[in-house]
Protein backbone atom coordinates (compact mmCIF):
# COMPACT_ATOMS: atom_id res chain seq x y z
CA UNK A 1 0.00 0.00 0.00
CA UNK A 2 1.58 3.43 -1.26
CA UNK A 3 1.72 6.27 0.97
CA UNK A 4 -0.40 7.65 -0.89
CA UNK A 5 -3.41 5.80 -0.04
CA UNK A 6 -2.89 6.38 3.52
CA UNK A 7 -3.93 9.86 2.71
CA UNK A 8 -7.38 9.93 4.70
CA UNK A 9 -9.17 12.17 1.89
CA UNK A 10 -8.16 9.42 -0.71
CA UNK A 11 -10.03 6.82 1.83
CA UNK A 12 -12.89 8.56 2.62
CA UNK A 13 -14.82 5.72 1.17
CA UNK A 14 -13.65 3.32 3.43
CA UNK A 15 -13.32 5.88 6.81
CA UNK A 16 -16.90 7.08 6.96
CA UNK A 17 -18.98 3.62 6.61
CA UNK A 18 -16.28 2.43 9.25
CA UNK A 19 -16.92 5.56 11.83
CA UNK A 20 -20.61 4.50 11.52
CA UNK A 21 -19.87 0.72 12.66
CA UNK A 22 -17.49 2.39 15.48
CA UNK A 23 -20.15 4.83 16.49
CA UNK A 24 -22.50 2.86 16.78
CA UNK A 25 -20.65 0.23 18.52
CA UNK A 26 -19.10 3.12 21.26
CA UNK A 27 -22.86 4.64 21.81
CA UNK A 28 -23.98 2.12 24.19
CA UNK A 29 -20.48 1.24 25.44
CA UNK A 30 -19.65 4.97 26.77
CA UNK A 31 -23.53 4.82 28.42
CA UNK A 32 -22.63 1.27 29.83
CA UNK A 33 -19.41 2.46 31.23
CA UNK A 34 -20.68 5.22 32.70
CA UNK A 35 -23.51 3.58 34.44
CA UNK A 36 -21.36 0.96 36.25
CA UNK A 37 -19.21 4.02 37.24
CA UNK A 38 -21.57 5.64 39.24
CA UNK A 39 -21.08 8.50 37.46
CA UNK A 40 -23.25 10.60 34.74
CA UNK A 41 -24.24 9.09 32.08
CA UNK A 42 -23.27 11.69 29.70
CA UNK A 43 -19.60 11.51 30.89
CA UNK A 44 -19.51 8.59 29.17
CA UNK A 45 -20.35 10.14 25.78
CA UNK A 46 -17.77 13.03 26.94
CA UNK A 47 -15.25 11.09 26.70
CA UNK A 48 -16.54 9.04 23.62
CA UNK A 49 -15.80 12.65 21.93
CA UNK A 50 -12.51 13.46 23.50
CA UNK A 51 -11.07 9.83 22.79
CA UNK A 52 -12.48 10.37 18.80
CA UNK A 53 -11.33 13.67 18.16
CA UNK A 54 -8.62 14.79 20.53
CA UNK A 55 -6.30 11.30 20.48
CA UNK A 56 -8.05 10.80 17.11
CA UNK A 57 -6.08 13.95 16.16
CA UNK A 58 -2.89 13.75 18.55
CA UNK A 59 -1.99 9.92 18.22
CA UNK A 60 0.03 8.18 15.90
CA UNK A 61 -2.07 5.26 15.56
CA UNK A 62 -4.02 4.90 12.36
CA UNK A 63 -6.78 2.09 14.07
CA UNK A 64 -7.12 2.94 17.44
CA UNK A 65 -9.96 4.32 19.06
CA UNK A 66 -9.87 5.56 22.25
CA UNK A 67 -12.96 5.95 25.16
CA UNK A 68 -13.84 5.49 28.13
CA UNK A 69 -13.00 2.20 29.24
CA UNK A 70 -14.90 -0.84 31.04
CA UNK A 71 -11.68 -1.81 33.27
CA UNK A 72 -11.33 1.17 35.09
CA UNK A 73 -14.77 1.03 36.51
CA UNK A 74 -14.40 0.09 39.75
CA UNK A 75 -11.38 2.38 40.17
CA UNK A 76 -13.72 5.30 38.92
CA UNK A 77 -17.07 4.17 40.68
CA UNK A 78 -14.32 3.46 44.64
CA UNK A 79 -12.53 7.06 43.47
CA UNK A 80 -16.14 9.22 43.37
CA UNK A 81 -17.07 7.86 46.44
CA UNK A 82 -13.85 8.39 48.13
CA UNK A 83 -13.72 11.99 46.94
CA UNK A 84 -16.78 12.88 47.77
CA UNK A 85 -17.85 14.42 44.22
CA UNK A 86 -18.26 13.89 40.43
CA UNK A 87 -16.17 17.52 40.50
CA UNK A 88 -13.45 16.68 42.82
CA UNK A 89 -13.09 13.19 40.64
CA UNK A 90 -12.39 15.27 37.64
CA UNK A 91 -9.42 16.67 38.91
CA UNK A 92 -8.02 13.55 39.25
CA UNK A 93 -8.97 13.15 35.42
CA UNK A 94 -7.28 16.13 34.43
CA UNK A 95 -3.95 15.48 36.91
CA UNK A 96 -4.11 12.07 35.60
CA UNK A 97 -3.74 12.72 32.26
CA UNK A 98 -0.62 15.66 32.95
CA UNK A 99 1.15 12.32 34.18
CA UNK A 100 0.46 10.22 30.87
CA UNK A 101 1.54 13.48 29.65
CA UNK A 102 4.99 13.79 30.82
CA UNK A 103 5.79 9.92 30.64
CA UNK A 104 5.10 10.43 26.63
CA UNK A 105 7.94 12.84 27.37
CA UNK A 106 10.02 10.56 29.38
CA UNK A 107 9.65 7.72 26.84
CA UNK A 108 7.94 5.13 28.83
CA UNK A 109 5.85 4.11 26.00
CA UNK A 110 8.73 1.45 25.02
CA UNK A 111 7.40 -0.73 27.67
CA UNK A 112 4.55 -1.62 25.25
CA UNK A 113 7.35 -3.30 22.86
CA UNK A 114 8.05 -5.78 25.64
CA UNK A 115 4.77 -7.18 25.85
CA UNK A 116 4.91 -10.97 24.20
CA UNK A 117 3.35 -11.38 21.44
CA UNK A 118 1.11 -14.83 22.70
CA UNK A 119 0.40 -12.51 25.31
CA UNK A 120 -1.53 -9.91 22.98
CA UNK A 121 -3.03 -12.71 20.93
CA UNK A 122 -4.14 -14.18 23.67
CA UNK A 123 -6.05 -11.07 25.23
CA UNK A 124 -7.30 -10.32 21.31
CA UNK A 125 -9.01 -14.29 21.93
CA UNK A 126 -10.39 -13.32 25.46
CA UNK A 127 -11.86 -10.13 24.34
CA UNK A 128 -13.62 -11.74 21.65
CA UNK A 129 -15.13 -14.55 23.77
CA UNK A 130 -16.10 -12.15 26.50
CA UNK A 131 -17.83 -9.91 24.12
CA UNK A 132 -20.24 -13.20 23.04
CA UNK A 133 -20.83 -14.47 26.71
CA UNK A 134 -21.53 -10.78 27.88
CA UNK A 135 -23.67 -10.32 24.60
CA UNK A 136 -25.68 -13.29 25.03
CA UNK A 137 -27.56 -11.92 27.37
CA UNK A 138 -28.54 -8.89 25.80
CA UNK A 139 -29.42 -10.81 22.40
CA UNK A 140 -32.20 -12.52 25.08
CA UNK A 141 -33.35 -9.33 26.02
CA UNK A 142 -31.95 -9.88 29.68
CA UNK A 143 -29.74 -6.43 29.98
CA UNK A 144 -29.52 -6.05 33.93
CA UNK A 145 -26.01 -5.79 33.66
CA UNK A 146 -24.42 -2.73 31.43
CA UNK A 147 -23.14 -2.66 28.10
CA UNK A 148 -19.57 -3.41 28.22
CA UNK A 149 -18.73 -4.91 31.17
CA UNK A 150 -15.43 -7.15 30.44
CA UNK A 151 -15.18 -8.33 34.37
CA UNK A 152 -15.92 -11.76 35.51
CA UNK A 153 -17.95 -10.47 38.47
CA UNK A 154 -20.41 -8.07 37.88
CA UNK A 155 -21.75 -5.46 40.09
CA UNK A 156 -25.14 -7.04 40.45
CA UNK A 157 -23.52 -9.87 42.03
CA UNK A 158 -23.31 -12.09 39.11
CA UNK A 159 -20.69 -13.52 37.45
CA UNK A 160 -20.21 -14.44 33.46
CA UNK A 161 -21.56 -17.76 33.64
CA UNK A 162 -24.72 -17.26 36.09
CA UNK A 163 -25.92 -14.31 34.05
CA UNK A 164 -26.69 -17.13 30.85
CA UNK A 165 -28.45 -19.35 33.39
CA UNK A 166 -30.19 -16.27 34.19
CA UNK A 167 -31.02 -15.12 30.65
CA UNK A 168 -32.61 -17.98 29.63
CA UNK A 169 -35.40 -17.60 32.55
CA UNK A 170 -35.96 -13.89 31.09
CA UNK A 171 -35.89 -14.47 27.29
CA UNK A 172 -38.09 -11.76 25.25
CA UNK A 173 -39.30 -12.79 22.37
CA UNK A 174 -38.83 -9.58 20.29
CA UNK A 175 -35.46 -9.31 21.55
CA UNK A 176 -34.26 -12.84 20.17
CA UNK A 177 -35.94 -11.78 16.84
CA UNK A 178 -34.44 -8.69 16.53
CA UNK A 179 -31.10 -10.43 17.46
CA UNK A 180 -31.93 -13.26 14.75
CA UNK A 181 -32.79 -11.17 11.71
CA UNK A 182 -29.57 -8.86 13.49
CA UNK A 183 -27.63 -11.97 12.97
CA UNK A 184 -29.32 -12.56 9.37
CA UNK A 185 -28.19 -9.30 7.64
CA UNK A 186 -24.26 -9.45 9.28
CA UNK A 187 -23.56 -12.66 8.17
CA UNK A 188 -25.31 -11.66 4.60
CA UNK A 189 -22.97 -8.77 4.42
CA UNK A 190 -19.91 -11.09 4.67
CA UNK A 191 -20.78 -13.12 2.08
CA UNK A 192 -18.91 -12.39 -1.43
CA UNK A 193 -21.77 -11.39 -3.36
CA UNK A 194 -22.54 -8.76 -0.85
CA UNK A 195 -19.45 -7.92 0.24
CA UNK A 196 -17.97 -7.44 -3.27
CA UNK A 197 -20.56 -5.04 -4.19
CA UNK A 198 -20.02 -1.65 -4.04
CA UNK A 199 -23.18 -0.86 -2.07
CA UNK A 200 -21.86 -3.31 0.60
CA UNK A 201 -18.91 -0.62 1.52
CA UNK A 202 -20.99 2.70 1.40
CA UNK A 203 -23.92 1.02 3.57
CA UNK A 204 -21.82 -0.80 6.37
CA UNK A 205 -23.94 -4.07 7.29
CA UNK A 206 -24.15 -2.91 11.28
CA UNK A 207 -26.19 0.43 9.83
CA UNK A 208 -28.93 -1.94 8.26
CA UNK A 209 -28.86 -4.04 11.57
CA UNK A 210 -29.88 -0.74 13.96
CA UNK A 211 -32.00 0.60 11.34
CA UNK A 212 -33.70 -2.80 10.67
CA UNK A 213 -34.15 -3.15 14.62
CA UNK A 214 -35.64 -0.17 15.20
CA UNK A 215 -38.09 -0.74 13.01
CA UNK A 216 -39.04 -4.09 13.88
CA UNK A 217 -39.70 -3.06 17.33
CA UNK A 218 -41.76 0.18 15.88
CA UNK A 219 -43.54 -2.39 13.95
CA UNK A 220 -43.92 -4.53 17.20
CA UNK A 221 -45.18 -1.84 19.25
CA UNK A 222 -48.12 -1.55 17.14
CA UNK A 223 -48.91 -4.32 16.20
CA UNK A 224 -47.64 -6.94 18.23
CA UNK A 225 -48.06 -4.56 21.77
CA UNK A 226 -46.63 -7.78 23.69
CA UNK A 227 -43.10 -8.94 22.27
CA UNK A 228 -42.55 -4.76 22.28
CA UNK A 229 -39.46 -3.94 23.62
CA UNK A 230 -39.65 -1.45 26.44
CA UNK A 231 -36.84 1.40 27.08
CA UNK A 232 -34.88 -0.86 30.00
CA UNK A 233 -34.07 -3.02 26.44
CA UNK A 234 -32.82 -0.02 24.41
CA UNK A 235 -30.38 2.62 24.44
CA UNK A 236 -30.29 4.91 27.29
CA UNK A 237 -29.53 8.74 25.99
CA UNK A 238 -29.50 11.50 28.10
CA UNK A 239 -32.11 14.08 26.23
CA UNK A 240 -32.06 17.96 25.72
CA UNK A 241 -34.77 19.82 24.81
CA UNK A 242 -32.26 23.51 23.93
CA UNK A 243 -29.37 24.00 23.87
CA UNK A 244 -28.27 25.73 27.25
CA UNK A 245 -29.88 22.37 28.88
CA UNK A 246 -27.71 20.28 26.64
CA UNK A 247 -24.28 22.73 27.59
CA UNK A 248 -25.70 22.28 31.26
CA UNK A 249 -24.98 18.28 31.37
CA UNK A 250 -21.10 19.09 30.86
CA UNK A 251 -19.04 19.53 34.63
CA UNK A 252 -16.63 21.21 35.52
CA UNK A 253 -13.99 19.90 37.79
CA UNK A 254 -13.52 21.72 41.10
CA UNK A 255 -9.61 22.56 41.36
CA UNK A 256 -9.85 24.18 45.36
CA UNK A 257 -9.08 19.95 45.78
CA UNK A 258 -6.19 20.22 44.11
CA UNK A 259 -3.85 19.48 47.38
CA UNK A 260 -5.88 16.38 48.39
CA UNK A 261 -3.49 13.73 48.79
CA UNK A 262 -6.28 11.48 47.60
CA UNK A 263 -6.76 13.23 44.73
CA UNK A 264 -3.26 12.82 43.59
CA UNK A 265 -3.30 9.35 44.60
CA UNK A 266 -6.25 8.56 42.18
CA UNK A 267 -4.76 10.76 39.55
CA UNK A 268 -1.18 8.15 39.29
CA UNK A 269 -3.78 5.51 39.40
CA UNK A 270 -5.66 6.67 36.89
CA UNK A 271 -2.24 7.24 34.69
CA UNK A 272 -1.02 4.19 35.07
CA UNK A 273 -4.04 1.99 34.81
CA UNK A 274 -4.88 4.06 31.77
CA UNK A 275 -1.19 4.11 30.39
CA UNK A 276 -1.08 0.51 30.37
CA UNK A 277 -4.29 -0.57 28.94
CA UNK A 278 -3.65 1.68 26.05
CA UNK A 279 -0.14 0.23 25.26
CA UNK A 280 -1.85 -2.95 25.36
CA UNK A 281 -4.03 -2.36 23.28
CA UNK A 282 -1.67 -0.73 20.46
CA UNK A 283 0.34 -3.35 20.60
CA UNK A 284 -3.18 -5.62 19.89
CA UNK A 285 -4.29 -3.09 17.02
CA UNK A 286 -1.08 -3.21 15.45
CA UNK A 287 -1.58 -6.85 14.93
CA UNK A 288 -4.50 -6.98 13.89
CA UNK A 289 -4.15 -4.04 11.22
CA UNK A 290 -3.79 -5.36 7.64
CA UNK A 291 -1.08 -2.95 6.63
CA UNK A 292 1.01 -4.03 9.52
CA UNK A 293 1.81 -0.23 10.60
CA UNK A 294 3.75 0.68 13.87
CA UNK A 295 2.23 2.95 16.21
CA UNK A 296 4.34 5.42 17.96
CA UNK A 297 3.80 4.50 21.73
CA UNK A 298 5.39 7.78 23.17
CA UNK A 299 3.33 9.99 20.44
CA UNK A 300 0.48 7.56 21.93
CA UNK A 301 1.20 8.64 25.70
CA UNK A 302 1.17 12.32 24.92
CA UNK A 303 -2.08 12.07 23.00
CA UNK A 304 -3.91 9.79 25.87
CA UNK A 305 -2.54 12.68 28.20
CA UNK A 306 -4.16 15.49 26.27
CA UNK A 307 -7.37 13.47 25.86
CA UNK A 308 -7.61 12.73 29.89
CA UNK A 309 -6.68 16.82 30.27
CA UNK A 310 -9.77 17.98 28.27
CA UNK A 311 -11.75 15.25 29.25
CA UNK A 312 -11.38 16.47 32.65
CA UNK A 313 -12.25 20.02 32.40
CA UNK A 314 -14.83 19.58 30.59
CA UNK A 315 -17.02 17.15 32.70
CA UNK A 316 -15.61 13.38 31.15
CA UNK A 317 -14.56 10.05 32.33
CA UNK A 318 -11.07 8.64 31.90
CA UNK A 319 -9.90 7.79 28.06
CA UNK A 320 -7.90 4.90 27.09
CA UNK A 321 -7.50 3.01 23.97
CA UNK A 322 -9.93 0.70 23.77
CA UNK A 323 -9.48 -2.92 21.99
CA UNK A 324 -13.54 -3.38 21.72
CA UNK A 325 -14.09 -0.16 19.27
CA UNK A 326 -10.61 -0.51 17.81
CA UNK A 327 -11.17 -4.31 16.96
CA UNK A 328 -14.84 -2.95 15.27
CA UNK A 329 -12.88 -0.28 13.30
CA UNK A 330 -10.35 -2.47 11.55
CA UNK A 331 -13.18 -4.95 10.68
CA UNK A 332 -15.16 -2.12 9.24
CA UNK A 333 -12.10 -1.47 7.02
CA UNK A 334 -10.76 1.81 8.63
CA UNK A 335 -7.89 2.87 6.86
CA UNK A 336 -6.77 5.93 8.37
CA UNK A 337 -7.37 8.18 11.75
CA UNK A 338 -10.41 9.52 9.91
CA UNK A 339 -12.61 6.74 11.04
CA UNK A 340 -11.81 7.03 14.50
CA UNK A 341 -12.11 11.21 14.74
CA UNK A 342 -15.47 11.27 12.54
CA UNK A 343 -16.84 8.35 14.99
CA UNK A 344 -16.49 11.15 17.76
CA UNK A 345 -17.74 14.04 15.98
CA UNK A 346 -20.87 11.78 15.08
CA UNK A 347 -21.24 11.29 18.98
CA UNK A 348 -21.22 14.73 19.34
CA UNK A 349 -23.98 15.74 16.88
CA UNK A 350 -25.88 12.85 17.55
CA UNK A 351 -26.02 13.24 21.30
CA UNK A 352 -27.25 17.20 20.39
CA UNK A 353 -29.60 16.80 17.49
CA UNK A 354 -31.23 13.58 17.82
CA UNK A 355 -30.87 12.02 20.95
CA UNK A 356 -34.49 10.48 21.12
CA UNK A 357 -34.19 8.68 17.49
CA UNK A 358 -30.92 6.62 19.08
CA UNK A 359 -33.02 5.82 22.17
CA UNK A 360 -34.99 3.49 19.63
CA UNK A 361 -31.89 1.27 19.14
CA UNK A 362 -32.80 -2.33 20.23
CA UNK A 363 -29.63 -3.61 22.75
CA UNK A 364 -30.78 -6.90 21.25
CA UNK A 365 -29.31 -5.24 17.79
CA UNK A 366 -26.19 -3.81 18.75
CA UNK A 367 -25.55 -7.27 20.93
CA UNK A 368 -25.54 -9.11 17.35
CA UNK A 369 -22.42 -6.15 16.10
CA UNK A 370 -20.84 -6.81 19.19
CA UNK A 371 -21.10 -10.43 18.69
CA UNK A 372 -19.91 -10.36 15.14
CA UNK A 373 -16.65 -8.22 16.54
CA UNK A 374 -16.28 -11.37 19.23
CA UNK A 375 -16.16 -13.85 16.44
CA UNK A 376 -13.67 -12.26 14.10
CA UNK A 377 -11.60 -11.84 17.69
CA UNK A 378 -11.71 -15.31 18.85
CA UNK A 379 -11.84 -17.03 15.07
CA UNK A 380 -10.95 -21.12 15.63
CA UNK A 381 -8.14 -20.70 12.91
CA UNK A 382 -6.06 -18.69 15.54
CA UNK A 383 -5.87 -21.31 18.16
CA UNK A 384 -4.90 -23.77 15.52
CA UNK A 385 -2.29 -21.44 14.72
CA UNK A 386 -1.23 -20.68 17.65
CA UNK A 387 -1.36 -24.81 18.80
CA UNK A 388 1.15 -25.12 15.44
CA UNK A 389 4.07 -22.82 17.17
CA UNK A 390 4.34 -24.96 19.96
CA UNK A 391 3.78 -24.93 24.13
CA UNK A 392 6.23 -21.90 24.39
CA UNK A 393 3.66 -20.36 21.96
CA UNK A 394 0.08 -21.69 23.23
CA UNK A 395 0.52 -22.36 26.91
CA UNK A 396 1.06 -18.26 27.51
CA UNK A 397 -1.56 -17.40 24.92
CA UNK A 398 -4.27 -20.16 26.64
CA UNK A 399 -3.42 -19.09 30.26
CA UNK A 400 -3.84 -15.23 29.44
CA UNK A 401 -7.07 -16.41 27.76
CA UNK A 402 -8.61 -18.08 30.88
CA UNK A 403 -7.07 -15.46 33.25
CA UNK A 404 -9.00 -12.56 31.41
CA UNK A 405 -12.18 -14.82 31.29
CA UNK A 406 -12.13 -15.26 35.06
CA UNK A 407 -10.67 -11.78 36.69
CA UNK A 408 -10.13 -8.83 34.32
CA UNK A 409 -7.96 -7.28 30.96
CA UNK A 410 -5.36 -6.00 33.09
CA UNK A 411 -5.32 -9.07 35.89
CA UNK A 412 -4.99 -11.73 32.98
CA UNK A 413 -2.36 -9.62 30.96
CA UNK A 414 -0.33 -10.14 33.89
CA UNK A 415 -0.20 -13.56 35.06
CA UNK A 416 -0.09 -14.02 30.76
CA UNK A 417 3.19 -12.25 30.89
CA UNK A 418 4.59 -14.16 34.05
CA UNK A 419 3.83 -17.41 31.71
CA UNK A 420 5.18 -16.18 28.70
CA UNK A 421 8.25 -15.06 30.86
CA UNK A 422 8.53 -18.18 32.25
CA UNK A 423 8.87 -19.60 28.82
CA UNK A 424 11.29 -17.38 27.71
CA UNK A 425 13.42 -18.29 30.18
CA UNK A 426 13.12 -21.57 30.18
CA UNK A 427 13.96 -21.49 26.39
CA UNK A 428 17.26 -19.05 26.86
CA UNK A 429 18.69 -21.34 30.04
CA UNK A 430 18.90 -24.47 28.05
CA UNK A 431 19.57 -22.52 24.98
CA UNK A 432 22.40 -20.72 26.20
CA UNK A 433 24.63 -23.64 26.37
CA UNK A 434 25.78 -26.22 23.80
CA UNK A 435 27.82 -29.08 24.55
CA UNK A 436 29.12 -31.79 23.07
CA UNK A 437 31.69 -34.87 24.11
CA UNK A 438 33.94 -37.48 22.01
CA UNK A 439 35.87 -39.80 23.84
CA UNK A 440 36.54 -37.38 26.86
CA UNK A 441 37.28 -34.62 24.50
CA UNK A 442 34.42 -31.89 25.49
CA UNK A 443 33.20 -28.45 23.67
CA UNK A 444 31.10 -26.44 25.79
CA UNK A 445 29.95 -23.58 23.51
CA UNK A 446 28.46 -20.35 25.09
CA UNK A 447 25.90 -18.57 22.51
CA UNK A 448 25.18 -14.99 22.12
CA UNK A 449 24.10 -13.77 25.81
CA UNK A 450 24.78 -16.75 28.85
CA UNK A 451 23.16 -14.82 32.39
CA UNK A 452 23.27 -16.22 35.38
CA UNK A 453 20.40 -18.03 35.18
CA UNK A 454 22.33 -20.64 33.00
CA UNK A 455 24.69 -20.92 36.26
CA UNK A 456 23.55 -24.18 37.68
CA UNK A 457 23.77 -25.43 34.17
CA UNK A 458 26.96 -24.38 33.70
CA UNK A 459 28.17 -26.21 37.13
CA UNK A 460 26.22 -29.19 36.54
CA UNK A 461 27.88 -29.70 32.80
CA UNK A 462 31.45 -29.19 34.53
CA UNK A 463 30.59 -31.52 37.57
CA UNK A 464 29.67 -34.43 35.26
CA UNK A 465 33.34 -33.59 33.13
CA UNK A 466 34.71 -36.88 33.98
CA UNK A 467 39.11 -36.51 35.05
CA UNK A 468 41.52 -37.16 32.45
CA UNK A 469 39.28 -34.95 30.10
CA UNK A 470 40.12 -32.34 27.47
CA UNK A 471 37.77 -29.23 27.58
CA UNK A 472 37.50 -26.63 24.98
CA UNK A 473 35.42 -23.56 26.01
CA UNK A 474 34.15 -21.45 23.13
CA UNK A 475 32.91 -18.01 24.06
CA UNK A 476 33.60 -16.68 20.23
CA UNK A 477 29.46 -16.29 19.48
CA UNK A 478 29.02 -14.35 23.21
CA UNK A 479 28.10 -10.90 22.82
CA UNK A 480 27.38 -10.90 26.65
CA UNK A 481 28.09 -13.12 29.19
CA UNK A 482 27.04 -12.73 32.83
CA UNK A 483 29.93 -12.23 36.13
CA UNK A 484 28.82 -14.92 37.47
CA UNK A 485 29.24 -17.25 34.53
CA UNK A 486 32.96 -15.50 34.15
CA UNK A 487 33.60 -16.55 37.55
CA UNK A 488 32.21 -20.05 37.59
CA UNK A 489 34.25 -20.57 34.40
CA UNK A 490 37.63 -19.08 35.99
CA UNK A 491 36.64 -21.31 39.13
CA UNK A 492 36.84 -24.60 37.10
CA UNK A 493 40.13 -23.61 35.17
CA UNK A 494 41.45 -23.01 38.54
CA UNK A 495 40.34 -26.36 40.08
CA UNK A 496 40.91 -28.71 36.34
CA UNK A 497 44.44 -29.38 37.50
CA UNK A 498 43.12 -30.94 40.45
CA UNK A 499 41.43 -33.59 38.05
CA UNK A 500 44.06 -33.78 35.41
CA UNK A 501 41.04 -31.78 33.34
CA UNK A 502 42.95 -29.53 30.06
CA UNK A 503 41.11 -26.04 29.64
CA UNK A 504 41.45 -24.24 26.43
CA UNK A 505 39.74 -21.34 26.14
CA UNK A 506 38.37 -19.67 22.68
CA UNK A 507 37.39 -16.21 21.94
CA UNK A 508 36.92 -14.57 18.75
CA UNK A 509 39.29 -11.30 17.53
CA UNK A 510 35.99 -9.14 17.68
CA UNK A 511 35.31 -10.20 21.57
CA UNK A 512 36.33 -8.53 24.43
CA UNK A 513 39.95 -10.08 25.32
CA UNK A 514 39.20 -10.17 28.77
CA UNK A 515 36.00 -11.71 28.13
CA UNK A 516 36.53 -15.01 30.50
CA UNK A 517 38.27 -12.94 33.00
CA UNK A 518 36.41 -12.50 36.35
Known amino acids: MSADQFNPLKNFKHDLPSSIVVFLVALPLCLGVALASGAPLFSGIIAGVVGG ?3 GSLSGSALSVSGPAAGL ?22 LGGLIQF ?15 SAVIKGMLSAIGIILILKQIPHALGYDKDFVGDESFVQADGENTFTEL ?24 WEKPFIRDKKFSTIIPGPLIVVALGVLVNLLFTSAFSDIALGKEHLVLL ?20 VMNGTIWTVAFTIAIVASLESLLSIDA ?32 LPVTAVIVRSSANVAAGARTKASTIIHGILLLLTAFLIPNALNQIPLASLAAILIM ?25 VVTILAILVTDLLIGITIGILVGLFFVLKSNFHKALFSVNEKNNYLIRLTKDVSFLNKALLRQTFKDIPAGSKVIIDGSRSVFIDQDILETINDFRESASNRDISVELKQ ?10 A
Open 508 to 517: SVAANNSIFK
Open 73 to 94: TTIVLASITKLGSFEAFLVAVF
Open 165 to 188: LNAINYVSLGAVIIFLLSMFILIL
Open 53 to 55: IVV
Open 285 to 316: VDKLDPFKRSSPLNQELKAQGMANMVSGLIGG
Open 238 to 257: PVSDSVSSFISQFTFPDFSN
Open 102 to 116: ILGFLKAGTIGNYFP
Open 373 to 397: VGYKLAKPSLFQSMYSKGKDQFIPF
